[in-house]
Each structure stands twice: as structure tokens, then as C-alpha cells.
């Protein structure tokens, strides 16, 4: 320590050391400046932005605060600071590409064409959150706001009552959700919002139903009908009605006979009296709902 300045000389040599060096005793990466004296605080070095500790010149690694800044940074292994996306310890971050300053809230992710969100500790989101007093929904896979459909409300709206009907009866919750998903386009249809009827299902000849135009397969094409559907007086009910459906006469789709969800969605073909839907990709579609949207974790 000379002068108010700490140096470091070969211990063989007496040679003074400049650059990085690691302090065996004191279990420390520390930076000594071409005049030899130890360096404090950020650091740009080839090319690179490093953090020393302020008393005992360590080299900084992880996250750290930089108070005068104002922003929260991460420095590497090697200490340097980071930016733009990062996966850190099973979670993505994004930092600025200029300041490395971790973002949070809602961001652009422009070479992904997708808005995500980063929650206050900077972790990107998935599924349904309530921000500011609205409920979003974020991919379950990519992080990507669902902007199509109101696809949060949705699940908020039948997700609890889904997994209560389909444990009594012995179902796939997400197969249920995806199913109502697919045929309600995501309660957006008028058959939902005019009769709760989220599944399709046709009148059975008791309570109420209306009439409305649907689509079937035949003959090697699509054509449009005029049909009769169950009129309902609340999502559960019809929850209840699909249910009892799938039990009864497409029981190969329980979960006692289906190892898991994609057999089940599968098995819709094998039906007592025949295919649950005529679309021949209708299993399809229903598989890639559950896994882009992370629906199996409803079956947990």
C-alpha cells in the first residue's frame, strides 16, 4: 500500500503487475491500471464494462445495483457487463443494448416479432397476469402477449370450473379448456355468448336452444348447415353437459383409459357411436392449443 494506492510485485520477481490479477488469500479477482494501482468502482476495459468493489477492489459478478445510475446490471463469470437477452438460472432477462440497464414491463422483442413481460425482478411472464387492474395472457412457451383473442379472460372465466367438473369425472382439464377453446373461439363465439353452449353440443330435445349455422365434413369437403344447440344458463353447466358426454360415450379419452392428454385428444375418433368432430385435424388442433398455450399444467 504506497501512497494511498494499492500495488501488487511478483512474489519471485519483485516485478510490479498490471491487469487482471486474482489474490489467492483473499479469494479475489482485482484490476491493477497500467501504473500499477488497484481499481475501484466501473471500469471500461477492452471493450468491456466491469464493477470493482469500492473498498476492496474485487471484481463484481452476477447482478448488481448501480446507485448513481439508477439501473440494475448484470456482470458475467468474467465480469463483464451484459446485454440484451439473457437466460439466467432458468429465467429470461432482457438489458438494454446501450446502458445494460435490466428492463422490465412490457417489451418489443423485435427480432421475434413478440411484446413480452418482465415482472419488477426483471423475469420475463407466462400465462395469465393481472397488471394494472387488466388480465393478460403470455404463451406459456415463448412469453408472447396472445393480441388475437381475449384469451386471458377466457381461462379466468372457466379454468377453476373446468378442473372441479373434469376431477369428479375423471377428465383431462386441459383437453376440456382446449375443446371450449377450439370450439368457442375462445368465447368469442355467438353460440357462447348467446347460450353458454362452449362445446358444440347439439339439443337433446329438453330445456332451451337456439339455431345457428355450423360447419361439417363430408363427402371430402366443408359445407354449412343450419343445426339445433344446447342452449345453457351458465359456463358451468355446459362444462357439466360436455363432460358427462365425454364419460359416457367417449370414455377412451379418461384419463383411466388415456396414459395422457395427447392420446385422449387422439381417442376423440373412437367414440361409442363415432368421431366427436368431423374435421379430420381436430386432435391436431387440440394438442397444439394444450402445448402453446401450457394448458397441462391444469392437469397437475
Avoid: C
Avoid at 487482471?20 to 466501473?42: A, C, D, E, L, S
Avoid at 412490457?106 to 387492474?133: D, E, W
Amino acid at each position: 500500500h504506497l501512497s494511498g494506492h494499492w500495488y501488487l510485485f511478483d512474489g519471485v520477481t519483485g516485478a510490479r503487475k498490471t491487469g487482471f490479477q486474482y489474490i489467492g488469500n483473499q479469494r479475489k479477482t482485482v484490476y491493477y491500471n497500467g501504473n500499477g494501482q488497484m481499481q475501484y468502482g466501473q471500469q471500461h476495459l477492452s471493450g468491456h464494462w466491469y464493477l470493482f468493489d469500492g473498498v476492496t477492489g474485487a471484481r463484481k459478478i452476477g447482478f448488481q445495483y448501480i446507485g448513481n445510475q439508477r439501473k440494475t446490471v448484470y456482470y458475467n463469470g468474467s465480469g463483464q457487463m451484459q446485454y440484451g437477452q439473457q437466460h439466467l438460472s432458468g429465467h429470461w432477462y432482457l438489458f438494454d443494448g446501450v446502458t445494460g440497464a435490466r428492463k422490465t414491463g412490457f417489451q418489443y422483442i423485435s427480432n421475434q416479432h413478440k411484446i413480452v413481460y418482465y415482472a419488477n425482478n426483471g423475469q420475463m411472464q407466462y400465462g395469465t397476469h393481472l397488471i394494472s387492474g387488466k388480465n393478460y395472457y403470455f404463451n406459456y412457451t415463448t412469453g408472447a402477449l396472445q393480441l388475437s383473442q381475449n384469451i386471458a379472460s377466457f381461462l379466468n372465466s372457466i379454468a377453476d370450473a373446468a378442473r372441479q367438473v373434469a376431477k369428479r369425472y375423471n377428465l383431462y382439464p386441459s383437453l376440456m379448456v382446449a375443446q371450449a377453446a377450439l370450439e368457442s373461439a375462445w368465447g368469442d363465439s355467438t353460440l357462447a355468448r348467446n347460450a353458454h353452449n362452449l362445446f358444440g353440443v347439439k339439443y337433446n330435445g329438453q330445456g332451451s336452444y337456439v339455431t345457428m349455422p355450423t360447419v361439417e365434413y363430408y363427402n371430402n369437403s366443408y359445407h354449412t348447415v343450419s343445426a339445433k344447440f344446447q342452449s345453457y344458463q351458465n359456463y358451468y353447466a355446459s362444462l357439466e353437459r360436455y363432460a358427462q358426454l365425454i364419460s359416457t360415450n367417449f370414455y377412451n379419452s379418461t384419463r383411466s383409459r388415456a396414459a395422457n392428454v395427447t392420446i385422449a385428444a387422439q381417442n376423440l375418433y373412437r367414440g361409442k357411436y363415432g368421431s366427436y368432430a368431423t374435421d379430420p385435424s381436430y386432435a391436431a388442433k387440440l394438442i397444439s392449443i394444450i402445448n402453446s398455450n401450457g394448458l397441462t399444467s391444469y392437469d397437475n
